[in-house]
């Protein structure tokens, strides 16, 4: 069992945070704590490092289900994100970072409240990491994100929380 130790720590509606420590220190199992806390009506986004089948399939038919004019939306906000929208769309085979892209332009498109996002940059090249950049530099509402990638972190002006272990059971959230 470990314990987690942490401050009275607040997320606001604009807020834009970075989770940070050494691998395996808990960060993710830190963001499935701050998820367990949140009530939204799932009115967000959280996407972990690895994505299921069954949740890829739900995110092809909730796509499926959009009107022309909010698929062509869609589209546009894909395209954005440095990928080919129909090739994307058409293919449930797509890489993980294509994958992971569709999943943040749905969200940005339905314009939920806050994007939790566990390692976004793993499977993207340099222009998909930089259009995601961009993308997420206008979200004006809450964004927590884990990343090792500290110029991704910069780039989006993140405030950084540190996850430190120090001993076998115990672990710490810093500002």
Excluded at 99 to 125: G, V, Y
Aim: charged share 25%; glycine share 2%; no cysteine.
């Amino acid at each position: 069992e470990k314990i987690l130790y942490y401050p009275s720590l607040t997320i606001n509606s604009t807020d834009k945070i970075a989770i940070v420590g050494d691998n395996g220190v808990g960060k993710s199992s830190f963001l499935k704590h701050i998820i367990s806390k949140i009530d939204l009506n799932n009115n967000y986004l959280y996407l972990p490092q690895e994505i299921e089948e069954n949740q890829i399939k739900k995110l092809y038919e909730q796509i499926a289900s959009f009107d022309n004019d909010k698929k062509g939306l869609l589209y546009t906000l894909v395209r954005r994100l440095s990928s080919n929208p129909k090739n994307l769309l058409e293919n449930r085979f797509a890489s993980p970072g294509e994958i992971r892209k569709l999943f943040i332009a749905k969200a940005l498109l339905e314009n939920i409240s806050l994007i939790i996002l566990d390692e976004p940059t793993n499977h993207m090249d340099i222009d998909s990491i930089e259009a995601l950049e961009k993308a997420l530099v206008v979200y004006d509402k809450s964004l927590i994100v884990v990343s090792h990638d500290k110029t991704f972190i910069k780039n989006l002006n993140l405030e950084v929380w540190n996850v430190l272990k120090t001993d076998d059971k115990k672990f710490f959230i810093t500002k």
